[in-house]
């Protein structure tokens, strides 16, 4: 066999295929866009689902990749030394191109002549046959023919050798394997033993069968072949091992991971498994963050599978000793050293990689220590029952972040189980009751209103270029039911065949505007989409009556329309501005905008300066300024790449796409609508910048005559601020800066004066002071002093006192200040201020702390004080012994 880097093994695959007419279809991103319900993609063939039902694809009918691909369901067996959360997956495929007999000449030529193995040592599996499809001695006469030993081709059922979903494309597959050279473990040794004699390589999909949903299969007009070897196993295997941990995609960093931990790889099964879950785990994470997707951490979906990931890696990284700065060295090791080449994405992403990582590590380790302590209590008082209540291990989950997995885990290494049903009622009770608190109500067109409606019936939106047309009524509905009319003051639903108003979707607000018909007016209050392509106009009937089948004029408030179009397009030019003062990590999370404002989400790690806010405002206002056409191009989505047009990740675009340009300044593809020139959006403000989740900031801003509206405002209040100053607008900073002065000197000579108060009411003291050994021991109340006051007077009070302590209260409106202070040699004796004040704060309704030799607390019960002090007395007694 021939040895392998892995950038050789990726670069080897696509130029085999290449070299027989397959074009490299490049990999998508990690993250599912969920049109095949999971939310990550699990497999090559996962992305290309829709061309294998016969769909055609744009890039011809014979592909090869190399795809990126996540599972977590067995994330338990990670830790061994083949399992893997994130691995890559080499794919080839004929869409109703050749079939079985290039396809099984092409895999024996890529194992003997690529990779070097003899034919001795081949063997592959064909199915079997059964009730439901025939034998396919098809496959096995061309592997035979390909070059594998009669004797070596086996006939195995359909739990072995079938593909195939609940229905759809389906058919007999033929995996390969290697054979080793030790004896059979018995009579019936052969491949699918797990006795290590036979080895998979590599598996070929021959779909070609269609199963019906009544679950007969009928011949495929159009064959498929889907080929997908794993690139993990293959490496390690073509490297004469059968870890993949050992291949050059694990070892730098396994080897970092040693002398980071001073603990050796394969020396001890319990740090070997730490090892192998976090440089498998702090993989993924670096993928996954570094995606095209660009996932954070969260609590809920595919940002939850990463988040325990992350935590995962980091409860291991403590058993080995490894520190949050090894952690991140780890994964730079990922960006920077191992797929640097295959991976350019990450090396862009590095910087929001690395800081989105910590920050979700520091999050983590800032409750993690006091998490083990609570999950060590729990464990003690459940010993005796053998399981952690669902209660219990919803709150390791709510207090400290501990993911269920994480604590079923670390409850199983001691011997326990946990009630994972108790933990799902625990988490919908809570958030039943957060249901039950909220205070806003929504509502939305229930989408089974419509389940009855004729199938063909659809929608065309044609208002790209006008405000108006003419249609027929199709369906009406009131909130409840499908209706034949709808009367005046009810509330409902019109639908037509093609509508000039745009109904809400990637983030634009649906039109108002007016339907009106021979009998009646129908004023729309927003445009929504509905299921099976159907626009929805709901509102109010304002008079008369409106009747299916009726001819209906549509009409789209100009207004409305108009100003929602001048602050979508403010933030396409937005967007290229963050781009430009921020840098080319940023990325669109999220947006909105209606007639009022534009919200644009996006990747960030921190607050921006108001510099940058200013530079941004300044670029989006200068290609307003530059009127630049607007210009809609319509494409294929192949072509709108080759553009450089920006996407929204997630976002499902069709085979024809439009592409939005803006000048030479911004191009995107988007489906909204827009101004024609850039001009007419007037003015740009940002109103403000936030931050809405982790590493993901938020800018609200306003366009328009909207602008002016904001100036006229501010002008307003600067007008009533200079009034009430008593002096001009112009002048206002500086009367301002004025007052603050003499407020300022105001305040000190305020503090002065309550501080001789304070001297004056305590009077002499000392006399009161308790002796205790060579110590002195004062507790005194001052009426109405601040704590800057009392802080002043210990100070001063310690200094006639001379060793020992000072403890002073003061009630000020209601709310208590406690300070204590205590000498030097009396803090060597014992005597601490910090431990003193915890002692006593609670007597005063509060809590407080600070250092041995002084300390300070507020509180909320006055009443309380002279306990507190007399008690403070008690306890510097007994500190000092």
Same mark, same amino acid.
């Given at each position: 066999m021939r040895q392998f880097t892995s950038n050789e093994l990726r670069k080897e695959w696509i130029r085999f295929y290449e070299e027989r007419g397959h074009v490299n279809c490049g990999a998508v991103s990690l993250v599912s866009d969920g049109s095949t319900g999971v939310m990550f993609n699990v497999a090559g063939m996962q992305a290309l689902m829709p061309y294998l039902l016969g769909k055609k694809h744009p890039m011809g009918k014979r592909l090869c990749n190399v795809q990126g691909c996540v599972r977590t369901n067995d994330i338990d067996s990670v830790g061994d030394r083949s399992h893997v959360t994130f691995f890559e997956?080499?794919?080839?495929?004929?869409l109703g191109d050749y079939f079985k007999a290039e396809r099984c000449k092409w895999s024996y030529e890529l194992l003997t002549q690529v990779f070097g193995f003899d034919a001795d040592h081949l063997a592959a599996t064909v199915f079997a046959g059964d009730e439901n499809a025939p034998r396919d001695e098809e496959g096995a006469k061309y592997r035979i023919e390909s070059g594998f030993k009669p004797e070596n081709v086996y006939f195995l059922p359909a739990e072995d050798n079938w593909w195939g979903l609940e229905f759809g494309p389906c058919g007999p597959d033929s995996e390969m394997f290697y054979i080793a050279d030790v004896p059979d473990c018995g009579p019936d040794c052969g491949p699918g033993c797990d006795c290590g004699k036979y080895t998979e390589i590599?598996?070929?999909?021959?779909?070609?069968?269609?199963?019906?949903?009544?679950?007969?299969?009928?011949?495929?007009?159009?064959?498929?072949?889907?080929?997908?070897?794993?690139?993990?196993?293959?490496?390690?295997?073509?490297?004469?091992?059968?870890?993949?941990?050992?291949?050059?995609?694990?070892?730098?960093?396994?080897?970092?991971? #040693?002398? $980071?931990?001073g603990k050796k790889y394969d020396a001890d099964d319990k740090y070997t498994v730490s090892m192998r879950i976090l440089a498998d785990h702090t993989r993924t994470a670096v993928m996954l963050i570094g995606d095209k997707a660009r996932l954070l951490p969260s609590n809920m979906g595919a940002g939850y599978v990463l988040r325990r990931l992350i935590r995962r890696a980091v409860r291991h990284s403590r058993n080995l000793g490894i520190q949050t700065s090894d952690i991140l060295h780890i994964a730079s090791m990922y960006v920077d050293e191992i797929y640097n080449e295959s991976y350019p994405l990450l090396v862009q992403n590095r910087e929001f990689i690395l800081t989105e990582l910590g920050n979700e590590i520091r999050r983590f380790e800032a409750t993690l220590e006091n998490g083990l302590k609570e999950f060590k209590k729990i464990l003690g008082e459940k010993k005796s029952v053998g399981s952690i209540d669902g209660k219990s291990a919803f709150y390791l989950y709510d207090t400290f972040g501990f993911p269920i997995e994480l604590t079923v885990e670390m409850a199983s290494e001691e011997g326990l189980s946990v009630d994972e049903e108790g933990f799902k009622a625990a988490m919908e009770e809570q958030k039943q009751l957060a249901r039950e608190n909220a205070a806003f109500s929504q509502k939305t067109v229930a989408a089974d209103i419509y389940e009855k409606v004729d199938k063909s019936i659809s929608s065309e939106f044609i208002g790209y270029d006008r405000l108006s047309s003419t249609d027929k009524i199709l369906v009406l509905a009131d909130n409840t039911a499908v209706q034949d009319s709808l009367s005046e003051g009810t509330e409902?639903?019109?639908?037509?065949?093609?509508?000039?108003?745009?109904?809400?979707?990637?983030g634009q607000k649906g039109d108002k505007g007016v339907i009106r018909t021979a009998g009646g007016v129908f004023e729309v209050a927003e445009t929504v989409k509905l299921p099976e392509g159907r626009i929805g106009h709901t509102g109010k009937v304002v008079s008369g009556t409106i009747k299916v089948g009726e001819e209906a004029e549509l009409e789209v408030c100009r207004e409305t329309r108009t100003a929602t179009c001048k602050n979508h397009?403010?933030?396409?030019?937005?967007?290229?501005?963050?781009?430009?003062?921020?840098?080319?990590?940023?990325?669109?999370?999220?947006?909105?905008?209606?007639?009022?404002?534009?919200?644009?989400?996006?990747?960030?790690?921190?607050?921006?300066?108001?510099?940058?806010?200013?530079?941004?405002?300044?670029?989006?206002?200068?290609?307003?300024?530059?009127?630049?056409?607007?210009?809609?191009?319509?494409?294929?989505?192949?072509?709108?790449?080759?553009?450089?047009?920006?996407?929204?990740?997630?976002?499902?675009?069709?085979?024809?796409?439009?592409?939005?340009?803006?000048?030479?300044?911004?191009?995107e593809l988007c489906g909204g609508t827009h101004v024609a020139h850039t001009g007419e959006i007037a003015n740009f403000k940002i109103l403000s910048e936030s931050g809405v989740a982790a590493g993901v900031r938020r800018i609200?801003?306003?366009?328009?005559?909207?602008?002016?509206?904001?100036?006229?405002?501010?002008?307003?209040?600067?007008?009533?601020?200079?009034?009430?100053?008593?002096?001009?607008?112009?002048?206002?900073? $500086?009367?301002?800066?004025?007052?603050?002065?003499?407020?300022?000197?105001?305040?000190?000579?305020? #503090?002065?004066?309550?501080?001789?108060?304070?001297?004056?009411?305590?009077?002499?003291?000392?006399?009161?002071?308790?002796?205790?050994?060579?110590?002195?021991?004062?507790a005194v109340k001052v009426p109405g002093t601040a704590m800057n006051g009392l802080r002043d007077l210990a100070d001063e009070?310690?200094?006639?006192?001379? #060793?020992?302590?000072?403890?002073?209260?003061?009630?000020?409106?209601?709310?208590?200040?406690?300070?204590?202070?205590?000498?030097?040699?009396?803090?060597?004796?014992?005597?601490?201020?910090?431990n003193l004040i915890k002692e006593i704060a609670g007597l005063v309704g509060g809590g407080g702390g600070g250092r041995p030799n002084m300390a300070q607390a507020g509180g909320k019960n006055p009443a309380g004080i002279e306990s507190a002090l007399e008690k403070?007395?008690?306890?510097?007694?007994?500190?000092?012994?």
């Amino acid at each position: 066999m021939r040895q392998f880097t892995s950038n050789e093994l990726r670069k080897e695959w696509i130029r085999f295929y290449e070299e027989r007419g397959h074009v490299n279809c490049g990999a998508v991103s990690l993250v599912s866009d969920g049109s095949t319900g999971v939310m990550f993609n699990v497999a090559g063939m996962q992305a290309l689902m829709p061309y294998l039902l016969g769909k055609k694809h744009p890039m011809g009918k014979r592909l090869c990749n190399v795809q990126g691909c996540v599972r977590t369901n067995d994330i338990d067996s990670v830790g061994d030394r083949s399992h893997v959360t994130f691995f890559e997956m080499m794919g080839s495929w004929s869409l109703g191109d050749y079939f079985k007999a290039e396809r099984c000449k092409w895999s024996y030529e890529l194992l003997t002549q690529v990779f070097g193995f003899d034919a001795d040592h081949l063997a592959a599996t064909v199915f079997a046959g059964d009730e439901n499809a025939p034998r396919d001695e098809e496959g096995a006469k061309y592997r035979i023919e390909s070059g594998f030993k009669p004797e070596n081709v086996y006939f195995l059922p359909a739990e072995d050798n079938w593909w195939g979903l609940e229905f759809g494309p389906c058919g007999p597959d033929s995996e390969m394997f290697y054979i080793a050279d030790v004896p059979d473990c018995g009579p019936d040794c052969g491949p699918g033993c797990d006795c290590g004699k036979y080895t998979e390589i590599g598996n070929d999909v021959f779909m070609q069968y269609e199963k019906h949903e009544d679950g007969h299969l009928t011949p495929l007009e159009k064959k498929n072949v889907d080929t997908g070897w794993g690139l993990e196993r293959i490496l390690a295997f073509l490297n004469g091992s059968k870890d993949v941990y050992k291949t050059d995609l694990f070892a730098p960093i396994i080897a970092y991971i #040693e002398q $980071a931990s001073g603990k050796k790889y394969d020396a001890d099964d319990k740090y070997t498994v730490s090892m192998r879950i976090l440089a498998d785990h702090t993989r993924t994470a670096v993928m996954l963050i570094g995606d095209k997707a660009r996932l954070l951490p969260s609590n809920m979906g595919a940002g939850y599978v990463l988040r325990r990931l992350i935590r995962r890696a980091v409860r291991h990284s403590r058993n080995l000793g490894i520190q949050t700065s090894d952690i991140l060295h780890i994964a730079s090791m990922y960006v920077d050293e191992i797929y640097n080449e295959s991976y350019p994405l990450l090396v862009q992403n590095r910087e929001f990689i690395l800081t989105e990582l910590g920050n979700e590590i520091r999050r983590f380790e800032a409750t993690l220590e006091n998490g083990l302590k609570e999950f060590k209590k729990i464990l003690g008082e459940k010993k005796s029952v053998g399981s952690i209540d669902g209660k219990s291990a919803f709150y390791l989950y709510d207090t400290f972040g501990f993911p269920i997995e994480l604590t079923v885990e670390m409850a199983s290494e001691e011997g326990l189980s946990v009630d994972e049903e108790g933990f799902k009622a625990a988490m919908e009770e809570q958030k039943q009751l957060a249901r039950e608190n909220a205070a806003f109500s929504q509502k939305t067109v229930a989408a089974d209103i419509y389940e009855k409606v004729d199938k063909s019936i659809s929608s065309e939106f044609i208002g790209y270029d006008r405000l108006s047309s003419t249609d027929k009524i199709l369906v009406l509905a009131d909130n409840t039911a499908v209706q034949d009319s709808l009367s005046e003051g009810t509330e409902g639903t019109v639908i037509v065949a093609k509508t000039p108003f745009y109904a809400t979707m990637g983030g634009q607000k649906g039109d108002k505007g007016v339907i009106r018909t021979a009998g009646g007016v129908f004023e729309v209050a927003e445009t929504v989409k509905l299921p099976e392509g159907r626009i929805g106009h709901t509102g109010k009937v304002v008079s008369g009556t409106i009747k299916v089948g009726e001819e209906a004029e549509l009409e789209v408030c100009r207004e409305t329309r108009t100003a929602t179009c001048k602050n979508h397009s403010a933030t396409h030019l937005m967007q290229k501005a963050l781009r430009q003062v921020l840098g080319d990590n940023v990325e669109q999370q999220g947006s909105y905008q209606d007639p009022d404002r534009t919200r644009f989400d996006f990747s960030y790690g921190k607050a921006m300066t108001a510099d940058e806010i200013s530079k941004v405002e300044e670029l989006v206002n200068k290609a307003i300024a530059d009127d630049l056409a607007v210009r809609t191009d319509i494409m294929s989505i192949e072509d709108a790449k080759k553009t450089g047009a920006m996407a929204l990740f997630g976002e499902k675009y069709g085979d024809e796409v439009r592409v939005v340009n803006m000048g030479d300044y911004s191009i995107e593809l988007c489906g909204g609508t827009h101004v024609a020139h850039t001009g007419e959006i007037a003015n740009f403000k940002i109103l403000s910048e936030s931050g809405v989740a982790a590493g993901v900031r938020r800018i609200e801003a306003i366009t328009g005559s909207n602008v002016i509206k904001y100036y006229k405002n501010n002008e307003k209040l600067l007008e009533e601020a200079a009034d009430a100053a008593k002096t001009r607008a112009e002048e206002l900073p $500086a009367r301002i800066a004025a007052m603050q002065a003499e407020i300022k000197s105001l305040h000190h000579e305020l #503090e002065s004066l309550k501080a001789k108060a304070a001297k004056e009411a305590v009077g002499d003291v000392m006399d009161s002071a308790v002796t205790h050994g060579e110590y002195k021991l004062l507790a005194v109340k001052v009426p109405g002093t601040a704590m800057n006051g009392l802080r002043d007077l210990a100070d001063e009070l310690m200094t006639k006192l001379g #060793e020992g302590g000072v403890v002073l209260a003061s009630d000020e409106g209601g709310k208590v200040n406690l300070v204590a202070k205590v000498s030097d040699k009396a803090m060597k004796s014992g005597a601490h201020a910090g431990n003193l004040i915890k002692e006593i704060a609670g007597l005063v309704g509060g809590g407080g702390g600070g250092r041995p030799n002084m300390a300070q607390a507020g509180g909320k019960n006055p009443a309380g004080i002279e306990s507190a002090l007399e008690k403070s007395i008690e306890v510097l007694k007994k500190q000092l012994g």
